[in-house]
T-cell receptor, first 119, second 112 residues
């Protein structure tokens, strides 16, 4: 595997289910991100992890719970979601200066996304 | 708060045309600007990244320019092909943290 991978690619869940999205990066990066892409809206940053520490939580509801066990893996645990949470969830990684601070060249590489449908 | 706007929202052109996609941002204090391509239902593919000290970047038929002082970037696509049909996203890296702010994208259709 190369780049950034995400599983599953598609997920349908009921509002009472608990599921998890997985992201893995094979680029040796030290920062990982979750984004949400809803129809007709720009990508929204949800969470940022740098050096396995969460450095940003962009006012995301608690029904979304991220986990970063190491620099290569990022999870998004989902529980009691709402239909409006249906979206494409994208993971990205980058090499940054640590602590979530931007460096002069911290290009983000994206995975293929998980298409989530909440019934 | 940084806002990124892309014009036009949608564009349809015949094959072979040269075209320009526009991106503007409200806060010129950015580190870099990046152009992405997104095919329907898929993730993002990076096309070009322009560092704040640069004015343009080129890759094949693509050329991206950056004017930080005016808060604008353009993506020029030469000799467009049907395979170029996709949504093109512009995003700016802000100076504080690793935040990347996206525009809503331009949906391009190149007709054979």
């Amino acid at each position: 595997e190369t780049g950034v991978t995400q599983t599953p690619r598609h997920l349908v869940m009921g509002m009472t289910n608990k599921k998890s999205l997985k992201c893995e990066q094979h680029l040796g990066h030290n920062a990982m991100y979750w984004y949400k892409q809803s129809a007709k809206k720009p990508l929204e940053l949800m969470f940022v992890y740098s050096l396995e520490e969460r450095v940003e939580n962009n006012s995301v509801p608690s029904r979304f719970s991220p986990e970063c066990p190491n620099s290569s893996h990022l999870f998004l645990h989902l529980h009691t979601l709402q239909p409006e949470d249906s979206a494409l969830y994208l993971c990205a990684s980058s090499q940054d200066g640590g602590g979530g601070m931007a460096s002069s060249y911290n290009e983000q590489f994206f995975g293929p996304g998980t298409r989530l449908t909440v019934l | 708060k940084q806002e990124v706007t892309q014009i036009p929202a949608a564009l349809s052109v015949p094959e072979g045309e040269n075209l320009v996609l526009n991106c503007s941002f409200t806060d010129s204090a950015i580190y870099n600007l990046q152009w992405f391509r997104q095919d329907p239902g898929k993730g993002l593919t990076s096309l070009l990244l322009i560092q704040s000290s640069q004015r343009e970047q080129t890759s094949g038929r693509l050329n991206a320019s950056l004017d930080k002082s005016s808060g604008r970037s353009t993506l020029y696509i030469a000799a467009s092909q049907p395979g170029d049909s996709a949504t093109y996203l512009c995003a700016v890296y802000e100076t504080s943290g690793s935040r990347l702010t996206f525009g809503e994208g331009t949906q391009l259709t190149v007709n054979p």
